[in-house]
């Protein structure tokens, strides 16, 4: 008995210390390392080609999109707000890009260049003119940034179907699918390039300039951010530009994967990319976030979805699942402030 009761006196110091460290960890990696670690080894029993090269190659090029879009929505999330439009401007930037494309192949035939140039750019300004009124209505007409995007989402939708019928738009030089959808430089993908050239970007903006301090000044206290001198409106009008243009990139180059011009697609792409930030530790209060856990985070989106397809689960239930892992990681965001209160207490 006395035995016993030793071993039970000196185990709780131990597991108190271990209870310390794990919490401590938690505090400072955020819920996204141990989500990964899960996912790993959860998939790697349910497939036996989930952890090959071949396999964690695709799953980083299946993420481009994913994590360009979230570039853009971590930058929203930053000031407070978000945007559920950002697949309404893939598909617009789908439709827009293919149709110019298409339109321009007709009277330029034998001008490839000219044809991709102007047909990227057309795509790009139709999903950045969105972010403009998203940026318009939220900023200065004080529509409450669920509202303005919902219901942007909705009406460019509609558009986009109106314009296509629903049926895909074809007609694009087979050298814009080559290059931006297929090609490769230096053995890595096109797209992958692409999307490290927006993060490395973002995180220049975010970390270096004014501007991005400007942003999570808002986040954190719009009040004192527009005391201290900074024009909160414009803050938050261009923010909701910049996070246009960069879902507008990610549409192009998803035309170019498709090969086609789709109003059907994106639908799921506010869902994930608002998953993608909350998981990365971004607050959706505002003023907290990092741009190198945004992008691991919209990796690991994609690495479930890749592992649930190995293991054949349903596309309706990857749904749910994501849909789980996001609140998941708001109940986890919510115990990580009050374990950084608890500390800062003790």
């Known amino acids: 008995m006395r035995t016993l009761l030793s071993k039970s006196i000196t185990a709780t110091p131990s597991g108190l210390v271990q209870s310390q460290l794990l919490k401590r960890s938690f505090v400072r990696l955020g819920v996204l390392p141990f989500l990964l670690v899960i996912a790993l080894v959860t998939f790697s029993f349910l497939s036996s080609s989930f952890l090959t090269v071949s396999n964690l190659t695709n799953v980083v090029r299946q993420s481009v999109f994913l994590a360009i879009v979230s570039m853009g929505q971590m930058m ?3 000031t407070g707000g978000f945007d559920l439009s950002v697949g309404t401007i893939l598909a617009l930037t789908s439709v827009a ?10 009277i330029f035939p034998d001008s490839i260049f000219l044809i991709i140039t102007l047909g990227c750019l057309a795509g790009l300004a139709v999903g950045t003119i969105v972010g403009v009124i998203n940026g318009l209505g939220v900023a200065f007409l004080n529509v409450a940034p669920f ?3 919902l219901g942007i989402a909705s009406t460019g939708f509609g558009i ?9 738009v074809y007609g694009m030089p087979m050298e814009f699918g080559n290059v931006f959808g297929f090609g490769t430089f230096l053995s890595i993908p096109v797209p992958i390039w692409i999307a490290a050239l927006v993060v490395l970007l973002t995180w220049g903006i975010v970390n270096m300039t004014r501007y991005g301090r400007a942003l999570y000044a808002v986040g954190g206290n719009p009040r004192a951010a527009m005391l201290s001198g900074i024009d909160t409106r414009k803050t938050q009008f261009l923010v909701y530009v910049v996070c246009a243009f960069l879902a507008s990139i990610a549409g192009v180059l998803l035309t170019a994967r498709l090969d086609t011009g789709e109003a059907n697609i994106g639908s799921s792409m506010p869902l994930e990319s608002i998953a993608a930030c909350v998981i990365a530790g971004v607050s959706l209060r505002g003023g907290v976030g990092k741009v190198g856990s945004v992008a691991l985070g ?6 479930v979805q890749n592992g649930m397809n190995l293991a054949r689960i349903d596309s309706y239930m990857q749904t749910v699942v994501i849909g789980l ?6 109940v986890a965001d919510q115990l990580r402030l009050r374990y950084i209160a608890d500390l800062r207490g003790s």
């Open 97 to 106: 890009t293919a149709m110019a494309m298409a339109t321009l192949a007709q």
């Open 325 to 330: 892992i996001l609140i998941a990681a708001v």
């Open 298 to 303: 919209a990796v690991f989106i994609s690495l």
């Open 160 to 168: 986009a179907l109106s314009l296509t019928g629903g049926t895909p």
């Open 76 to 78: 929203v999330l930053l």
């Open 147 to 149: 509202i303005m995007t």
